[in-house]
C-alpha cells in the first residue's frame, strides 16, 4: 500500500503561483502513474493532471497551459505547479497512485489526504 501527503495549498490571489507536492512512501515509486485530482464543494471529483512512469505528462482542457506536473523518482515527489490561478481553480487537491495512468477517479485505490486551495478574486 501506497501512502501519499499532499502540500502546498494555501489562499492566493487571481494570478498567483501555487507549488502543490505529494510525497509517496512504500511501492515502488518510478513504476507508478501519479495523478492530480481537485474538488470544490458540490462538485464530483474532478481529474487536473497526470504524469506516467515514462514521463509523459497528460492535463485536462481547464489547466492546460496554467499547470504543469513533474515527479521527482530520487525524492518519491511528484509536484503540480499551478501558474495564472483563478477563483475556479478553488478546491480540494487530491494526489492518487497507480499502475498505468488513467483520467477516472474510480480507477484509482491510493489516495492522499488533500490540500485546500483557495483563490480569491
Known amino acids: 500500500q501506497v501512502q501519499l501527503v499532499e502540500s502546498g495549498g494555501g489562499l492566493v490571489q487571481g494570478g498567483d503561483s501555487l507549488r502543490l507536492s505529494c510525497a509517496a512512501s512504500?511501492?515502488?515509486?518510478?513504476?507508478?502513474?501519479l495523478a492530480w485530482f481537485r474538488q470544490a464543494p458540490g462538485k464530483e471529483r474532478e481529474f487536473v493532471s497526470a504524469?506516467?512512469?515514462?514521463?509523459?505528462?497528460y492535463y485536462s482542457d481547464s489547466v492546460k497551459g496554467r499547470f504543469s506536473v513533474s515527479r521527482d523518482n530520487a525524492q518519491n515527489t511528484v509536484y503540480l505547479q499551478m501558474d495564472s490561478l483563478k477563483p475556479e481553480d478553488t478546491a480540494v487537491y487530491y494526489c492518487?497512485?497507480?499502475?498505468?495512468?488513467?483520467?477516472?477517479?474510480?480507477?484509482?485505490?491510493?489516495w492522499g489526504q488533500g490540500t485546500q486551495v483557495s483563490v480569491s478574486s
Open positions: 492518487a497512485v497507480r499502475i498505468g495512468v488513467s483520467n477516472r477517479p474510480a480507477a484509482y485505490d491510493n
Open positions: 504524469i506516467d512512469r515514462t514521463f509523459g505528462k
Open positions: 512504500g511501492g515502488t515509486f518510478s513504476s507508478y502513474a
